[in-house]
């Protein structure tokens, strides 16, 4: 199994990005994706899931209305698109199998993706 991130950039404080999470190595669709992100100083938190066998989703507060996470079943990839940025989305951000930070093995994570907002 797979995850590869990608997307991150600079951008300015109200502006978007989307960030895509390649996934490969499944034989089965039974499963969840979930972005998370690490600003320096602090936690690792959830942001996002989606489960990929009937695309319920979860966000965290700070990100509803402003984040949309989808699956693009054609390309195997799932993508966070992120609107209204601001300065406090900062961080980098990974993708991972499952929603909950504490079950995630800590070998299990990748090199993520460095999302920066400017005010």
């Known amino acids: 199994v797979q995850l590869v991130e990608s997307g991150g950039d600079l951008v300015q404080a109200g502006g978007s990005l989307r960030l895509s999470c390649a996934v490969s190595g499944f034989t089965t669709d039974d499963y969840s994706i979930g972005w998370f992100r690490q600003a320096p100083g602090k936690e690792r938190e959830g942001v996002s899931c989606i489960r990929r066998t009937d695309g319920n989703t979860w966000y965290a507060d700070f990100v509803k209305g402003r984040f949309t996470i989808s699956d693009d079943n054609s390309k195997n990839t799932i993508l966070l698109q992120m609107n209204t940025l601001k300065p406090e989305d900062t961080a980098t951000y990974y993708c991972?199998?499952?929603?909950?930070?504490?079950?995630?093995?800590?070998?299990?994570w990748g090199q993520g993706t460095q999302v920066t907002v400017s005010s």
């Open positions: 991972a199998v499952g929603c909950r930070v504490s079950m995630i093995p800590v070998d299990a």
